[in-house]
């Protein structure tokens, strides 16, 4: 009898535990598991990378075929189809289809007013170092949208207004993270040059290199990156008054190596502008080609359809990129984790680069890949978006589905 209780006990004990266990797992999925997520209409609703998870039950009482939840708006996620994890909002939408970038372009901004890059004192004619902006309560990151009513798009139109002012003080409007304030600034007469000055450097427009991810071929819409465009000196996200993409030619690599990130180097061609730049968003720069840009890429490109984020799985993949000239190649990679929660920010995914030939030549990742496309299971699933500094093979990458929400 003693024997048969230790065994009911034991038995009670493991299944106790199990339970635990279970329920333990329940809450790490649910942890994971977004609140709203986006499907199409006619297919499945699962998540790839839980293939133990599946869809139990749907908020509108139609039973669901076959795991599909079709033309409901909420479901329920269990684990094994026994333990509730998640009620996840579902939104029913045909995904896209887009044709797949790769193609490297330089990117030429002209800020929505000036950004405050530094702020210095001035030597005044007394002998007195003063600064100006800092005592009107400017800080470096501010962007300083006009001066006396006057709309500002140049570091030279606001020198000249500064450098006129005669000493009297100057009205700004100043925008930081969002807030718009306004702050009275009295310039300073220099000891040393005899101008006014205002104590503080700002910069005006900004250049680089980046990847088209993917684009619209009915509208001409575009996007690279996967990230937003900032400013080296302040970390501040680039307010875009007006800008250009245009032609680049990959010239020279910096390879990657451990703790040294690598670089993509290249010139800007001296012809026209392929299209314009209009928004600077946390998820990549956004733009729209030209006509005749947007017939000369359409032709020969490939398309897929957009994968939304619960489609994304840990396996191989592939990435577009251009590491010389103008012409992307695909390369092998392998997507090795997925943040299928993770919302307003470009790190959804881990990937590392299997193909040999890119790690020979560039060492993995480099500055310049970011906004190469991610293709897996012949969809978009996204772009390439950081390197890891301490392994240059890996990286992070955002979802096709959050830059897309952008695209207009």
Aim: charged share 20%.
């Amino acid at each position: 009898m003693l024997f048969k209780r230790k065994i009911i006990k034991t038995a009670a004990a493991l299944l106790s535990a199990a339970f635990i266990g279970l329920f333990g797992t329940a809450g790490y999925y649910s942890a994971q598991l977004p609140d709203v997520i986006t499907a199409d209409a006619d297919s499945e609703i699962k998540i790839a990378g839980f293939p133990e998870l599946s869809c139990v039950s749907c908020t509108d009482d139609v039973i669901p075929a076959a795991g599909s939840c079709a033309g409901t708006e909420q479901v329920t996620f269990s684990l094994f189809g026994v333990i509730p994890v998640k009620n996840v909002e579902v939104n029913k939408a045909e995904a896209p289809v887009f044709a797949a970038g790769g193609r490297p372009f330089g990117i030429k901004l002209l800020m929505e007013g000036v950004m405050v890059t530094g702020l210095g004192d001035v030597e005044d004619e007394k002998g007195t170092l003063i600064c100006p902006a800092g005592e009107a309560g400017i800080s470096k990151g501010d962007i300083i949208r006009s001066a006396d009513g006057n709309a500002l798009t140049s570091n030279d139109q606001l020198q000249e207004i500064i450098a006129s002012s005669e000493g009297k003080d100057i009205e700004l409007s100043v925008d930081r993270d969002g807030s718009i304030f306004s702050v009275s600034l009295q310039p300073v007469r220099s000891r040393r040059s005899g101008t006014w000055k205002g104590g503080m450097w700002v910069r005006d427009s900004i250049a680089g290199i980046g990847t088209m991810t993917f684009f619209d071929k009915n509208s001409g819409s575009f996007v690279g990156l996967g990230h937003p465009i900032c400013d080296s000196d302040t970390g501040g996200i680039v307010p875009v008054h007006s800008g250009e993409a245009v032609p680049v030619d990959i010239t020279e690599v910096r390879r990657g190596a451990r703790g040294i990130p690598g670089e993509l180097r290249g010139k800007f061609l001296a012809e026209s502008s392929f299209g314009v730049l209009d928004r600077n968003r946390t998820s990549g720069i956004y733009g729209r080609l030209s006509e005749n840009a947007l017939a000369e890429f359409s032709e020969g490109s490939e398309e897929f359809k957009m994968a939304y984020r619960q489609e994304v799985t840990v396996g191989p993949a592939e990435i577009y990129t251009t590491i010389a000239g103008e012409t992307p190649e695909k390369y092998s990679a392998e997507i090795v984790s997925v943040d299928y929660g993770s919302v307003g920010t470009s790190k959804n995914m881990v990937i590392r680069i299997t193909d040999e030939r890119l790690i020979k030549a560039v060492g993995g990742i480099v500055q310049g890949m970011s906004g190469s496309p991610i293709i897996q299971n012949g969809k978009l699933v996204g772009a390439l978006t950081h390197v890891f500094v301490a392994d240059p093979a890996q990286g992070y990458g955002i979802f096709a589905e959050t830059m897309a929400q952008d695209l207009g």
